[in-house]
């Protein structure tokens, strides 16, 4: 099912949470929804949960309008919040049960459908604990779970990897990139672009309420490339003192301390950072690690924005 | 206890309400009900073994009312639990996920309503059978005070359970301040009632004082309940139908009530809730694709949709303010006696009618020029308040100049000034203030869109 964001608006007295915002999320991909704090991410999410109403603009799950009829949408929009509710006094099971029983499911296909959510997020050993006991990664799989009893065809995910240890948000990658394999449109706001970039097929960049990039990934790249080429060398002991020789290596060309242990090399063209490579490792320098941060999405991301806050 | 949870836990069936089943289990599993349900059978043990104990001549009516205030405080205990379950929920955005189900706003209110009906129906049928007994008697009219009371008391719980769900807020302060205020007047109310009654032996004016306030209060939890109701619901033609047309029959059964039970104040309030309703149908219907395309065709019929499909954030506010200002100015005015034990409830009402009938009427000025004002500034929002102040004092000031020039209090501009509250002419000027509230609404809502928000289009060049 495809998503289209058309004009969206919204102020909250004089201040403008979104602009105009209008982009697209192809049906059966999976979106990543990035920008600075305070951009409207959540905002625009909500109103395309149909939870809050745009002052103009709309949102379309194919042809059908998610501002004017949010209570059609809802039948196939899966939405998860940042954070799940820390609801006293309810087990897993009674909280998914709830939910399915919301969602219209009844019988043995209601039965099924704990089944089939349960075993997508891991669940099984969660289901007879209290909610307030679980810690927040538990309660990501269970918020996880809840939206996908009525299977819904698009889910929309707010910061779903929001203050996770490591080991969650594996978890998290894991179940949300089986979901992608299904073949559903995700859009997914979140900070944490390294996660992101290899289970997005495009990004939406939003800031100041405005978008300011959006569409495939590998098009946004060609978009934005300058020709300059950066790559980032981590040493196994001090970069410092690497500086010098590999500025000899590489004859005007910049060279940076980027941290205690890394060195950024500024390149002019995809040529350059071949043969600067080939030199560097024939001169047997101790590089641990190469990175390239501006053909990731951060070097997108921060390319795009500037950080600015509304 | 527990296995008693775990058996209702496993009976509730798939066509049930599910937000019914989530809240009872959640109260199944807290321990809220369990020690309320406990405590009460403890206290009516000892309440009643003292009493057994006691000769007649040595239980004065202070034994009584202090098992009256813990009875209900022990009732109380259960619904205050949901609340603060629902206040933490709201403040940390919780009920998001309940609002994104294809659950209807009925089924979600209900569902929420019903389950703290239901456990507070538990414990006051627990504790009724004591309660009676410590009475002396299965008397009637203890009996029914008693409903009454029980009335009362679920109205109020209506009433804090529709505040702290309402979606119209995402801060729970906000919504939470007069939902505590009112839980605090429940202690007031029931207090003071019972303790009269009881040290009241001829129990007059006890019911009177029982009625209104539960007519008071259900008239105020009901429109409260459709407010919530509408809403939930997105914005479309006919969606505030339902919940203004019931008010305006909750306004049309108080009046029969009124007369019934020969309450002067039934005519307060079914003023009070028309004007609420019509204030309400001040706010313009959002002109969306989806409200355009649901108005009927018929022109009538359109008006009628129109006039009925607004929101009523504003018209509860001015509700609440109403009521309190009125309750309080009701109870409070009259202090000739002081004293509990001899309170003529109905000299008292006599007294306070006097105060309470303009104070009515000059609050429905108030509010017909405080909604004036602000539909002024909605149709241009650069008109200061002063510029605003002199228009609606020549609204107020035009009508008494000439009716004054007509030859005193006579003819159609004395119903329109504030000279008819003056003179004692209630009775035609709030009819009359309804009829231009009514025409207002109509002009309100046809106005085009354009007209509204021409001060939002840029100006030329930018």
């Known amino acids: 099912m495809r998503i289209r964001v058309e004009d969206l608006t919204k102020r909250f007295g004089s201040n403008v949470a979104l602009d105009k915002v209008t982009f697209e999320v192809p049906s059966g991909s999976v979106y990543g929804f990035v920008g600075p704090n305070g951009a409207g991410k959540t905002t625009a999410i909500r109103i395309m949960a149909g939870l809050e109403g745009p002052d103009s603009g709309t949102v379309l799950y194919d042809d059908l309008s998610a501002v004017e009829y949010p209570e059609k949408a809802r039948r196939f929009v899966g939405f998860m919040p940042d954070t799940l509710a820390d609801s006293k006094d309810i087990r897993v099971w009674e909280y998914l049960d709830f939910f399915a029983r919301a969602c219209g499911l009844a019988g043995k296909e209601k039965e099924k459908a704990l089944i089939r959510a349960g075993e997508l997020t891991n669940l099984d050993n969660l289901s007879g604990r209290f909610l307030c006991e679980l810690s927040k990664g538990m309660k990501q799989q269970v918020s996880l779970a809840r939206i996908l009893l009525h299977e819904p065809s698009v889910l929309l995910l707010d910061e779903p990897a929001a203050g996770l240890d490591p080991r969650a948000r594996a978890e998290l990658r894991e179940s949300l990139r089986s979901l992608a394999a299904d073949g559903r449109t995700m859009l997914i706001s979140s900070h944490i672009l390294a996660e992101l970039e290899d289970l997005v097929d495009g990004v939406v960049i939003i800031e100041k309420g405005k978008i300011s990039a959006c569409g495939e990934l590998s098009e946004i790249r060609n978009r934005s490339a300058s020709g300059e080429c950066r790559a980032l060398l981590t040493f196994s002991s001090d970069a410092a003192s690497f500086a010098g020789k590999v500025e000899a290596l590489c004859p005007g060309k910049s060279v940076k301390v980027h941290s205690p242990r890394q060195l950024l090399l500024i390149l002019d063209s995809e040529e350059e950072y071949f043969s600067a490579m080939a030199k560097i490792f024939q001169a047997g320098l101790p590089v641990t690690a190469l990175s390239r941060p501006d053909c990731g999405l951060e070097g997108v991301f921060m390319e795009k924005t500037k950080g600015e806050v509304q | ?462």
């Open chain 2, 1 to 462: 206890m527990k296995n008693f949870a775990e058996i209702l836990n496993k009976s509730f069936p798939d066509g049930m309400n599910p937000v019914l089943v989530k809240e009872f289990r959640q109260t199944l599993n807290g321990r809220t009900l369990a020690g309320s349900f406990i405590g009460l059978v403890l206290i009516s043990i000892l309440f009643c073994f003292l009493d057994l104990q006691i000769s007649p001549v040595g239980r004065g009516t202070g034994f009584s009312a202090l098992y009256c205030f813990i009875y209900w405080f022990m009732l109380i205990l259960p619904a205050a639990g949901c609340f603060s379950r629902w206040y933490v929920e709201r403040g940390q955005d919780c009920l998001t996920p309940e609002y994104t189900t294809t659950l209807s706003p009925f089924t979600i209110l209900n569902g929420k309503l019903f389950s703290v009906l239901i456990s507070s129906l538990i414990l006051f049928l627990t504790g009724l059978p004591a309660f009676l007994f410590l009475c002396g008697r299965w008397d009637y009219s203890v009996l029914l005070l008693f409903l009454l009371a029980f009335a009362f008391f679920l109205a109020t719980v209506m009433l804090l359970c529709l505040l702290c769900l309402s979606p119209e807020r995402r801060k729970v302060s906000t919504g939470s301040l007069p939902g505590l205020t009112l839980l605090g007047l429940l202690f007031w109310f029931v207090g003071f009632q019972f303790l009269g009654f009881f040290c009241n032996p001829a129990r007059e004016g006890a019911f009177d004082m029982a009625i209104q306030a539960d007519v008071l209060l259900f008239s105020f939890a009901v429109q409260c309940y459709f407010w919530c109701y509408a809403r939930l619901l997105p914005e479309q033609a006919n969606r505030m139908v339902l919940p203004r047309i019931s008010g305006l029959i909750l306004c049309l059964l108080l009046v029969a009530l009124s007369g019934v039970c020969r309450l002067d104040s039934g005519l307060v309030l079914c003023c009070y809730g028309t004007v609420n309703v019509l204030i309400a149908s001040f706010e313009r219907l959002e002109q969306t694709k989806r409200s355009c395309a649901e108005l009927p065709g018929n022109p009538f019929l359109r008006q009628i949709v129109l006039f009925f499909s607004s929101g009523a954030c504003r018209g509860l506010f001015y509700g609440i303010v109403f009521l309190a200002a009125g309750i309080l100015l009701l109870f409070f005015t009259d202090a000739s006696t002081g004293k509990w034990g001899d309170i003529s409830w109905n000299g008292r009402f006599a007294a306070c009618l006097d105060w309470y009938n303009p104070y009515v009427a000059f609050c429905l000025y108030l509010v017909f020029y405080a909604e004036l004002l602000l539909v002024l500034r909605r149709w241009n929002p650069r008109w200061k308040p002063l510029v605003l102040l002199l228009i609606i004092c020549g609204f107020l000031s035009l009508p008494s100049m000439l009716c004054l020039f007509a030859g005193g209090g006579e003819g159609i501009f004395f119903l329109f000034s504030p000279l008819s509250i003056a003179f004692g002419e209630k009775s035609l000027a709030i009819p009359a203030l309804l009829c231009a509230a009514v025409l207002l609404v109509i002009v309100i809502q046809n106005v085009s869109v354009a007209f509204f928000r021409k001060v939002f289009a840029p100006r030329k060049g930018e």
